[in-house]
Structures are given as C-alpha cells and as structure tokens.
C-alpha cells in the first residue's frame, strides 16, 4: 500500500507539465479614437466659439479706437489679435481642461500618448504649430480619417490622440508565453 501512494506521487513530480499553446490571448479595453466627423464637428462649434469672442472683444475696441477691421494682408493688427484669440483658446482650454467647448459638448479629449498628463511643450507643438500646418494645408486633416488611432498631423507631432470620455473599445493582443516560466499555469497541488 506504501508502494502505491509513493509511486503516484513519483509520477506527479516527473510528469511534464500540459501542453499550453505558445501565444495566449489578453483581452483589454481601451479608449475609443474619435473620427474625422465627430473632431470636425467639434472643431466647427469652436470656430463659432473664437468667432463669438473675437466680435465681442475685438471688433467693439477696433470700432472704439476707429481703426480698419477689413485689412486683409495677414499682419494686420485684427489678423494678428484673432490669431492670439485663436491659438489662445485652443492651448489654454486643452491645458486646463484636455478639451474645448466643442470637444465638450460632443464628449471628446485630448490624450498624450506618452504620458498621463498634456506637457507645456507638447501642448504648444499639437496647438500651434502643428495646428498652423493642419489649418494652413487644409488636406493635411484629413488624415485623421485614414490612420488606427485617428490622429492628425498636429497629433503626431506631439504623439497624442483625440478620444471619446465615455466609450470603449475591445482589444485582444497576443501574448507570448515564456519558456520555462511556471508563473502562467495554474495547477493546484
């Protein structure tokens, strides 16, 4: 009776482990890319936004002082204080906020990819000057439709993403087991 408990116990310790498939599959939720329409939109209600302030602050002072609004050479100083309005917004509601009215409204934010948190530096790269080349070649935005992540030019420049606050998406990644590695199984003795 000793022999047959000692020889079970043998073959427990000498027999090899199962057999596991060499990739096993890691299921993961991450946040939804917004697309092209729903980032157009948003942009959209902020052009209406900077266009409301810059009437009801700009305009009022130029016609105050009497001075020309219509100029339209690029250094004119109403280009140049829209132009502070403009860029100002968008960099400081993404600072304070990761989002302006427009991404708001529609449930969208800014995310860096590197980090938690939007940097001064990367903030300025995506809002001024990658946002001067996606406005200045306008077919550059539309790139945003045609990558995985639904990034812009401005987005790669500062490696981050527009995404929705409150929606998910289901990734499955492969994940490879290493050789020799007992801290996947799980047998119980």
Known sequence: MTDHVNNDAAEREAAPPPVRPENDTVLFYERKPAGFWMRFWAYLI???????????????????????????????????????VFYGYFVLMTKFFSQTIGKMIFGLRVVSLKTDRLSWPTLLFREWI???????????????????????????????TVVHEESYRKQQMARKRLEGSRLQESESI
């Open 46 to 84: 902020d052009l209406l936004v900077i266009s409301a302030v810059s009437s009801i602050l700009i305009r009022p002072l130029f016609a105050l002082f009497g001075w020309e609004t219509s100029e339209s050479v690029w250094y004119a100083p109403y280009a140049i204080l829209t132009a502070i």
């Open 130 to 160: 990658g946002r001067f080349i996606s406005v200045t070649i306008l077919p550059l935005y539309w790139i945003v439709g045609f990558t995985p992540l639904k990034q812009g030019v401005h987005d790669f420049i500062a490696d981050t």
